[in-house]
């Protein structure tokens, strides 16, 4: 079964960037989506189709997606963006959603 | 509004069955093929099953396939999730969630907690 692989965490100051990298085999040629999760609260997602971003997320967070690696990006971290972020793909070799194992980013 | 609320969940014996529910509203129920997934106390999210708009695709996660069954009524802008043989390790948040396309789930429900202890 297809697996996606993220850092267990991540720490940023607050105004610097933290880079969430997701990685799987040949991840490039699937489209990569991206949720963000607070505690106690459902996902929302923030990123989809390697980099587009829904109505109402932030100019900074943005992602890409190449090779073995896909990478969400936000820029000039807050305190708010304080959550855990999971990548997500649909694996058409076994119709299954692939969600990978997560990442705790850290505001220091 | 696009709205889905969750509702089912509760405690319940290894071996017992549980039915969720998943009401949607603020959309065109019938046009989107739906999903459930869960999360485990902890840990990290597992998507569980997915369903076409028609109900003509139907997709299971392994660790479920042959002992959960998703489903949904049109009419009643409903989905569900009848979960039989329940384990310890099924114990989780269930949430339904919207598929707008391509796998992109769009909105989510708040989720609902199931609990598979003796």
């Known amino acids: 079964s297809y697996v996606l692989t993220q850092p267990p965490s991540v720490s940023v100051a607050p105004g610097q960037t933290a880079r969430i990298t997701c990685g799987g085999n040949?991840?490039?040629?699937?489209?990569v989506h991206w949720y963000q999760q607070k505690p106690g609260q459902a996902p929302v997602l923030v990123v989809y189709?390697?980099?587009d971003r829904p109505s109402g997320i932030p100019e900074r967070f943005s992602g890409s997606n190449s090779g073995n690696t896909a990478t969400l990006t936000i820029s000039r971290v807050e305190a708010g963006d304080e959550a855990d972020y999971y990548c997500?793909?649909?694996?058409?070799?076994?119709?299954?959603?692939?969600f990978g194992t997560g990442t705790k980013v850290t505001v220091l | 509004e696009v709205q889905l609320v969750e509702s089912g969940g509760g405690l319940v014996k290894p071996g017992g069955s549980l039915r969720l529910s998943c009401a949607a509203s603020?959309?065109?129920?019938?046009?989107?093929?739906m999903n459930w997934v869960r999360q485990a106390p902890g840990k990290g999210l597992e998507w569980v099953s997915s369903?076409?708009?028609?109900?003509?695709?139907?997709y299971y996660a392994d660790s479920v396939k042959g002992r959960f069954t998703i489903s949904r009524d049109n009419a009643k802008n409903s989905l569900y999730l009848q979960m039989n043989s329940l384990r310890a390790e099924d114990t989780a948040v269930y949430y339904c969630?919207?598929?707008?396309?391509?796998?992109?789930?769009?909105?989510w429900g708040q989720g609902t907690l199931v609990t598979v202890s003796s």
């Open positions: 369903i076409s708009s028609s109900s003509s695709y139907i």
């Open positions: 997500q793909v649909w694996d058409s070799s076994s119709d299954h959603y692939v």
């Open positions: 603020g959309f065109t129920f019938s046009s989107y093929s």
């Open positions: 969630a919207r598929d707008l396309r391509d796998a992109i789930f769009d909105y």
């Open positions: 189709d390697d980099s």
């Open positions: 040949n991840i490039g040629s699937k489209s």
